[in-house]
């Protein structure tokens, strides 16, 4: 088996959202905090019909439709997702409802679940399936799914909270296979996992997590280091010479908020500074050099480094970042799916430039568990091709339908999701007047906490 990867993608974000102008001056934040401070545009969240396991219907129904497989041809299906909606039974379950009807209940698989990354592994979990001797030769499924939009509600209870522009709500599916247009590079994987308490969802009756802000941005930054370290190290005993920056033409990060990705993405360019990668031009190296002494603790601290190296780094980060950042600002943080995200606004952006580019990806999930690797991209045969994605998945049009809510109706929406929480014995308001026509929605949860949707 050859090229195993992406075979096909599908991409689903609630059509209701808020803009995050509006929701600075709701919040009472400075004017700039949340669009320039963050770097976000707008955040999409679920109503009350909404939830992980109704957009990861809608999103993998929509796929095998769109792309014409048999559901009978899918033989692994893998969830990654931090929204729990049952502590046992997966989502993974809930989806099978697709594949039993066609007959097929012969797809191993269940859900991975650890913060942001949950999705990496199912789709590690997928492809490393495709290339063992277990593989039945049929296609695997990957789907990350997230709302991150409960999670907001217990800043509110602390007034202002500042996580709060930091929500989203996503499903995103892919098919994987042989013979993909986006190939995994499988031997350049470098991880780093550690045990940290940076966000964290320590009560069992309850969404929210616990969150230390600051400590999370400072374990995201000292990951990506560890694993652009065991990336570069792994690369170099492969092809027997240094990697820089400059052998990725895109990377991709997961993307909690766009402040954070060029900061990450700075912090590559000091990196490979501190490395002596033939990246860094004779200017730059002037500009670090004041920095060249600090400790790795001093360098996260530095205020004026992270300054002077987004200054060196920016023509590198419009050409190499900023095609993928499109839907997460435009969305939010949609926690597993997030880094997706920013891969499917690169083949949306950058579509027919893409064959034979090599992208980087850093995949973080916080307490901890990170993981830097890479895609080989090839134009692929219909309709598994990188054009045939990109009109698929229609990011512009999901885009422009979507309907805009006052930040009000968004902090009800919230207050009713947060009462919903773990409860039974109610229906929703079945309200599906903003959802495109193949959605899937709840209707109803019983007196058994069992779940009900219907599709539109
Ligand atoms: N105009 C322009 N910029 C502004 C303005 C303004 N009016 N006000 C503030 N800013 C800037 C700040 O200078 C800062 O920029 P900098 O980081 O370049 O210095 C930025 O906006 C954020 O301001 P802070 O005061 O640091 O923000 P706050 O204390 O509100 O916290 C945080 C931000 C930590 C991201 C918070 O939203 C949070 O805790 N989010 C959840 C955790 C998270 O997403 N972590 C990321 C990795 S883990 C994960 O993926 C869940």
Same mark, same amino acid.
């Given at each position: ?13 609630? *059509? %209701? ?37 109704? &957009?990861?219907? %809608? ?11 048999? *559901? ?24 099978? =409802? ?63 909270? *500042? ?10 599916? #892919? ?17 780093? &996992? ?27 930054? #000292? ?18 010479? =240094? ?18 990705? =060029? ?70 943080? #949609? ?36 993981? &830097? ?81 219907? =599709?539109?």
């Amino acid at each position: 088996v050859k090229n195993v990867g992406i075979l096909a993608m599908e991409i689903y974000f609630p *059509p %209701t959202c808020v803009q995050q102008e509006a929701l600075e001056f709701h919040d009472g934040a400075s004017k700039g905090k949340y669009t320039i401070g963050l770097g976000q545009d707008c955040m999409a969240f679920c109503t009350d019909v909404e939830d992980v396991i109704s &957009m990861s219907l %809608t999103a993998v129904n929509s796929l095998l439709e769109k792309y014409g497989v048999d *559901p009978k041809q899918v033989g692994r299906l893998e969830v990654g997702s931090e929204t729990v909606i049952d502590k046992s039974k997966s989502i993974k379950t809930f989806l099978m =409802q697709i594949f039993e009807k066609c007959g097929n209940t012969d797809i191993e698989g269940v859900d991975s679940t650890n913060a942001c990354y949950g999705g990496t592994a199912a789709l590690f979990n997928c492809v490393n399936w495709v290339e063992s001797s277990s593989w039945d030769g049929r296609y695997g499924l990957v789907v990350c799914t997230d709302s991150a939009e409960v999670s907001l509600c217990v800043h509110q209870v602390y007034a202002e909270g *500042p996580a709060r522009p930091t929500g989203g709500a996503a499903a995103i599916v #892919m098919l994987i296979g042989p013979d993909a247009p986006i190939a995994f590079e499988s031997k350049y994987r470098g991880s780093h &996992m550690a045990h940290a308490y940076d966000f964290y969802k320590p009560n069992l009756a309850s969404e929210y997590p616990v969150v230390d802000g600051k400590l999370s941005q400072t374990c995201y930054l #000292m990951a990506l280091d560890a694993c652009y370290k065991h990336y570069c190290a792994k690369y170099e005993k492969f092809e027997g010479k =240094q990697f820089s920056i400059s052998d990725a033409d895109y990377i991709v990060f997961h993307s909690p908020y766009n402040k954070l990705v =060029q900061k990450s993405f700075a912090r590559l360019v000091f990196d490979d500074f501190t490395r002596g990668a033939s990246s860094i031009d004779e200017a730059a190296k002037e500009k670090f050099a004041p920095f060249s002494s600090l400790s790795g603790d001093e360098s996260y601290q530095s205020r004026d480094l992270e300054k002077v190296a987004q200054q060196v780094a920016k023509p590198l980060y419009d050409s190499k970042v900023q095609p993928t950042t499109l839907i997460p600002k435009q969305v939010g943080n #949609m926690y597993t799916a997030s880094i997706y995200a920013a891969f499917v606004s690169l083949l949306h952006n950058k579509n027919s430039e893409l064959a034979g580019k090599r992208i980087i990806m850093f995949s973080y999930g916080s307490g901890l568990t990170a993981t &830097m690797f890479s895609l080989k991209l090839q134009e692929g045969q219909y309709p598994f091709s990188l054009s045939n994605i990109a009109s698929v998945m229609s990011v512009d049009e999901k885009l422009k339908s979507r309907i805009e809510v006052a930040p009000e109706k968004f902090v009800e929406t919230l207050k009713l999701m947060e009462h919903r929480y773990g409860g039974k014995d109610f229906v929703t308001s079945k309200d599906t007047s903003c959802l495109a026509p193949g959605t899937y929605y709840l209707t109803e949860v019983d007196s058994m906490y069992r779940r009900f949707y219907s =599709q539109k």
